[in-house]
Structures are given as C-alpha cells and as structure tokens.
C-alpha cells in the first residue's frame, strides 16, 4: 500500500515541480531517469540577495514511508550555500524537514521554505557548531536532533 501511495505522490509532485517550479528552482531531470526516490534540484540565488547569482544543487530522498515521512533534503555539490543554518556538508537545519513535517507539505513548499531562508539571510556565516558537527554527524540529516535556537531555523 505504502509504494503505490508514495509512486502516485511522487508521481504527481515530480509534474507540479516540471510545470510549475518554484522561482530560481529546476528538476534536473537526469537525476530522475532511473529511479523517482532521489531527485536532484538545480537552485540559483534569488535577485536582490546575499546569494543573487550563486548556484546551488538540493537532494532529495524519499523513504518508503513518504509523504507520513519527510524528505532527506541537503545541499549537494561544490557550491554549499554560506548560511547560519547550513552546514559546510550540506546539511539544512529547518524544522519543516523534521519535527514540523506534515504529510500536507510537497517538494514546492520545501523548496519555497529554503529560497525564504537564503533570501532572508543578512550576513554570510556558518553555523557556530559547523566544525563540530561536521566530523560527528550522521551522514543522514534526519538522524541530528536538532536543536532549532532562534526563530528563522
């Protein structure tokens, strides 16, 4: 029951993502060729920003338990965004992607909710714990307890 509710889903946000694409975000369609529970996303910095004409990559993994489950999201590539609540590996620290996670929220949303987080930073940082946390984390975001300390995480 679960894979056939999470191929319609999948099936239905992939077209959303193709047609109608948040700002600055494209599917990059290689990454889905041969399997629909990994998506890679191509992002660009939005205009007027500390992050206007940087390009960005965001995977996407999706558990056999999606959409009752939340996505893997972490920035990919050479390019990880210099941010307060991005670490140096990737790792997004937004608590829609965890403990606020709710089976109404979609791909877009998620997408939205990260070019709102980049666009609304003022000042290009790492996190304060950004060495520590790299060398003791858990490859899968999802498995941090996060701690959300201020309001914009």
């Known amino acids: 029951m679960f894979v056939l509710l999470l191929q319609k889903r ?8 193709q047609n109608d694409p948040p700002p600055g975000m494209t ?10 529970t990994q998506w890679i996303v191509d992002m660009e910095g939005a205009t007027g920003t500390l992050y206007e ?5 965001l995977l996407f993994k ?19 965004p210099v941010h307060p609540h991005v670490y140096s590996n990737g790792h997004i620290c937004l608590s829609i992607l965890t403990e606020d996670w709710s089976p109404a929220l979609s791909v877009q949303s998620v997408c939205l909710s990260i070019i709102s987080m980049l666009s609304s930073c003022k000042e290009k940082r790492r996190p304060p714990d950004n060495s520590f946390y790299v060398k003791t984390c858990n490859k899968n975001p999802k498995k941090t307890k996060w701690w959300y300390h201020d309001d914009t995480c």
Do not use: C, H
Not at 10 to 17: G, N, P, S, T
Not at 27 to 36: A, F, P
Not at 66 to 74: G, H, I, K, N, R
């Open 53 to 57: 004409g940087e390009k960005f990559q």
């Open 10 to 17: 999948l099936q239905k946000e992939l077209m959303a993502l």
């Open 62 to 80: 999706f558990s056999s338990r999606y959409p009752f489950d939340s996505p893997q999201v972490m920035f990919m590539g050479e390019n990880i």
């Open 27 to 36: 599917l990059n369609e290689k990454s889905v060729q041969n399997t629909i």
